[in-house]
């Protein structure tokens, strides 16, 4: 209703056996808590989702510009969202595993994975999403999607 709901979406097309593609969240210490309403990934093939909390990036990515779903506010988003982010997962905390099943030609079979009711990212929190393409020998098509809602600034 104020123009504080945003989505972002990337598509992986042609992703080979046994690779994976993310996409990186992070809320910047300086904004507003973020809402996180649902993470959705849909996927072409058969895979291994995981979210990890808190990834260190080690090298930044290609950034994603939020979209405001009220089409008539002129609000933006501070969250730094992306993919291609070279992250190391050694302090990083595993939040989610689950997995997509498989589907043969039109008949794409993907998984929405939410990760709570409300999940509540102040500000300087991150997450990364890592879909794994688990086929031997096929590629695929892999779409995420994110969308969170934003709290009223103080100021």
């Known amino acids: 209703k104020e123009g504080l709901a945003y989505s972002v979406s990337h598509r992986f097309e042609g992703v ?3 690779s994976n593609v993310s996409m990186y969240f992070s809320v910047p210490y300086d904004s507003t808590t973020v809402s996180i309403v649902a993470i959705e990934v849909v996927t072409t ?3 291994k989702i995981d ?45 989610l595993q689950t997995v997509t099943p498989g589907g043969v030609k039109i008949n794409a079979i993907g998984s929405l994975s939410e990760v709570g009711e409300r999940v509540l990212l102040p500000p300087g929190n991150s997450f990364i999403i890592i879909y794994t393409n688990t086929q031997t020998t096929a590629s695929e098509d892999v779409s995420i999607r994110i969308i969170w809602t934003e709290e009223l600034s103080a100021s």
């Open 16 to 18: 080979s056996a046994g």
């Open 45 to 47: 093939g058969q895979g």
């Open 51 to 95: 979210i990890y909390r808190y990834p260190t990036v080690v090298a930044g990515g290609t950034q994603i510009t939020p979209i405001n779903l009220n089409f008539g506010s002129n609000n933006t988003s501070d969250v730094i969202v992306g993919y291609g982010y070279t992250v190391d997962l050694t302090n990083a905390t595993l939040a």
